[in-house]
């Protein structure tokens, strides 16, 4: 019923359909969407390819670390019945133990980049 008392008909009700704007709203979404994804896409790749380039460089400075830690020791163990090469052990323990900690975390956290 309506409020002057007569029924309602079929025919009385209005179809609503989607204002205009509703349909450039979602086509304007969709557009968003695919741009926002875009970028991620973007931002990924340039992830993966900067994340190769440091981990090489990283891997040179891990390598070269650990040749560097070498030809220390070398001496150290050899030069020490010649008498050519000493150094304290407080010395040995810091460039073995606390850079070398260093360099291989630093190496980790290159190989281990949170992604998003």
Known sequence: MSDSGSPVGINDIAV??????????????????????????????QDLEERKSYAGRIFDLVRGWVIAIFFLILPQGFGTAIGFFRLDASVMLAAIGGTT????????????????
Do not use: C, T
């Open 16 to 45: 609503s359909h989607p204002p205009k704007d509703f349909e450039d709203d979602f086509a304007e979404s969709l557009q968003y969407e695919r741009d926002r994804k875009g970028l991620e896409l973007r931002g990924i790749k």
């Open 101 to 116: 900690l260093n360099v291989l975390g630093l190496f980790y956290v290159v190989a281990n980049h949170p992604k998003r």
